[in-house]
């Protein structure tokens, strides 16, 4: 499958990876998407889980994403990111696709208290775990200045808006909601 075949940057390179270690009926393992395998793509790494009840939390999150938010996200619910309902990955969608299972192509701004926007896209594919299903995702970003000049800009983040998010058919069918397919 070229699921990498219709991405760009590091959501292709993602999507290579998880390539490499699918085979029908089995997802990839988490373990899979080491640090040396990843290499630049980490900083803007990110692992969900569900959480309790229809909640999301974060298992681990690269340097650059832990910058734009401002804080280390890891062990932060979806609700407690949540700055307006359009800012993050709906949960509705990304429970949806650990079900399924299946991926999201997200595309976001966000805006900061300093006038800064940064628009960015994000592709999430599921992998299991020992703790079940997960989703593992890279963001790129619009203008790689974007996130340079902003790893300088402390101010914090006020709200956003999502232009598009589209589940992506990874063999496993999707939900019954739109979606993309990029293989």
């Not at 990304?94 to 628009?119: E, H, M, T, W």
């Not at 000049?149 to 998010?165: H, K, Q, R, V």
Request: charged residues 20%; proline residues 4%; aromatic residues 8%.
């Amino acid at each position: 499958m070229k699921l990498h075949k219709n991405l760009g940057g590091g959501a292709s390179r993602l999507a290579a990876i998880w390539a490499e270690f699918n085979s029908p009926g089995n997802l990839p393992d988490r373990r899979d998407f080491t640090l040396s395998r990843l290499g630049a793509l980490a900083s803007c790494f990110l692992v969900l889980r569900r959480g309790e009840g229809d909640d999301l939390v974060v298992v681990q999150s690269g340097t650059a994403i832990d910058h734009i938010w401002g804080r280390n996200v890891v062990g932060a619910g979806s609700g407690t990111m949540a700055l307006r309902h359009d800012v993050n990955l709906p949960d509705a969608k990304a429970l949806a696709a650990l079900a399924q299972p299946c991926g999201i192509y997200v595309g976001r701004k966000l805006f900061k208290a300093s006038g800064n926007d940064l628009r960015h896209e994000t592709l999430y594919l599921p992998v299991t775990s020992r703790q079940g299903r997960q989703l593992v995702s890279v963001t790129d970003f619009a203008d790689s200045r974007h996130l340079y000049g902003l790893l300088g800009d402390a101010s914090p983040i006020t709200g956003g808006e999502m232009y598009f998010a589209y589940f992506v058919d990874v063999g496993h069918g999707v939900p019954e909601e739109g979606h993309l397919r990029v293989a």
